[in-house]
């Protein structure tokens, strides 16, 4: 059974920096395609970055250039760096895994539902 556990949200100032964990666990980590999205109340869950078991990223134009995504496979665990934050960036943001490669479809409305999810995590971002 797959199972993920986000972590590391938390109120900042813009311009601030967070870095968000998700503990991931029942997971075949041989061929995955591992992603954070965001979401806020009314909206779409939209992709952030990805990261695949090739170590390819992939990153959303929401976050290119402020957000790195990554992988520790001996912990198992998801990172997304973020930087310089700005309040757009508010929402709940969520761990998800799928199986296969992050093709360029990553965060397509059809491949989102093919993720498993975590609970999320809440990101503030004051101005």
């Known amino acids: 059974q797959v199972e993920l556990e986000e972590s590391g949200g938390g109120s900042v100032q813009s311009g601030g920096s967070l870095r968000l964990s998700c503990q991931t666990s029942?997971?075949?980590?041989?061929?995955?395609?591992m992603a954070w999205f965001r979401q806020v109340p009314g909206k779409k869950r939209e992709g952030v970055g990805a990261?695949?078991?090739?170590?390819?990223?992939r990153y959303a134009n929401n976050m290119a250039g402020r957000g790195t995504i990554s992988f520790d496979n001996a912990k198992k665990m998801l990172y997304l760096q973020m930087n310089n934050l700005q309040p757009e960036d508010t929402g709940m943001y969520y761990c998800?895994?799928?199986?296969?490669?992050?093709?360029?479809?990553?965060?397509?409305?059809?491949?989102?539902?093919?993720?498993?999810w975590g609970k999320g995590t809440a990101v503030t971002v004051s101005s």
């Open positions: 998800g895994a799928s199986l296969g490669y992050c093709s360029s479809s990553w965060s397509s409305e059809y491949k989102i539902g093919l993720y498993s």
């Open positions: 029942g997971y075949s980590y041989n061929n995955y395609c």
């Open positions: 990261v695949d078991s090739t170590r390819n990223t």
